[in-house]
């Protein structure tokens, strides 16, 4: 009945929450997804036409927004304030401005002590881009995951076109290297592989054969 904290860091359409959700399941802990919580926000602020780059009013906003993860039969649900903005917080228009948003330092403070308190008293697999350095760095499994830009745009580009999106794969691959490039270059914990994490390249590999390896490694300090 011990607790087990698991971060999964990487850069953008790794295949962290896929994963994530899956090794959750097995080992009956709560998924978090931190991204999701970048997203909501900046959903907000879009709405609010609030200056991306004015964190002091952006810091004001979050004081006054709850962001709830909520387990329902078909996944995780995003609850911001009342509403149920799950499919929202995907758009394009939110993916590519959540990196802005996500840069401010105490926007990342007031984020990671949400995240934290959130893992306080249950054992969890989170997914982000500064879990296994910042959230949680005691975590007894820390995994980056990484795969090629080529692998990464294709796999969202099959993905958007199943939900029936019309996307150009060369737009992918250039809003996939900008965010990462934003998201590793920022002053206030950037994305970064942990000392202690195990580094996993997916490039090759199934989903199921990446949740085996996340899962062994689990195993190794059950
Ligand atoms: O994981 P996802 O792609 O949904 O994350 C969206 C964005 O949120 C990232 O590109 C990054 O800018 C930000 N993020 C972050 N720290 C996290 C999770 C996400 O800065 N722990």
Same mark, same amino acid.
């Given at each position: 009945n011990e607790m087990i904290a698991i971060a999964i860091d990487g850069p953008a359409a790794a295949g962290k929450s896929t994963v994530a959700k899956i090794v959750a399941e097995k080992l009956s802990c709560v998924y978090i997804d931190t991204g999701a919580m970048y997203r909501a926000l900046t959903l907000k602020a879009i709405n609010n036409q609030v200056? /991306?780059?004015?964190e002091e009013v952006l810091v004001g906003l979050l004081a006054n927004t709850t962001i709830k993860l909520k387990q329902s039969a078909t996944g995780q649900l995003v609850i911001l304030d009342t509403e149920d903005v799950t499919e929202e917080i995907r758009s394009q228009e939110v993916t590519n401005n959540v990196s802005y948003v996500a840069m401010h330092p105490e926007i990342r403070r007031e984020m990671v002590a949400r995240q934290q308190a959130l893992a306080a008293h249950t054992s969890v697999v989170m997914d982000g881009r500064d879990i296994g350095t910042h959230? /949680?760095?005691? @975590?007894e499994v820390k995994i980056f995951l990484i795969a090629s830009v080529e692998e990464r745009a294709k796999r969202r580009f099959e993905e958007n076109t199943k939900k029936g999106y019309n996307v150009d794969l060369e737009e992918l691959k250039k809003e996939i290297e900008q965010r990462d490039l934003i998201d590793s270059q920022r002053? @206030?914990?950037?994305l970064i592989k942990a000392e202690n994490a195990v580094e996993i390249d &997916? &490039?090759? /590999? &199934?989903i199921e054969q990446v949740a085996d390896n996340i899962l062994n490694e689990a195993y190794k300090v059950l």
């Open positions: 200056d /991306l780059q004015n959230v /949680l760095p005691n @975590a002053e @206030a914990s950037p &997916t &490039t090759s /590999l &199934t």
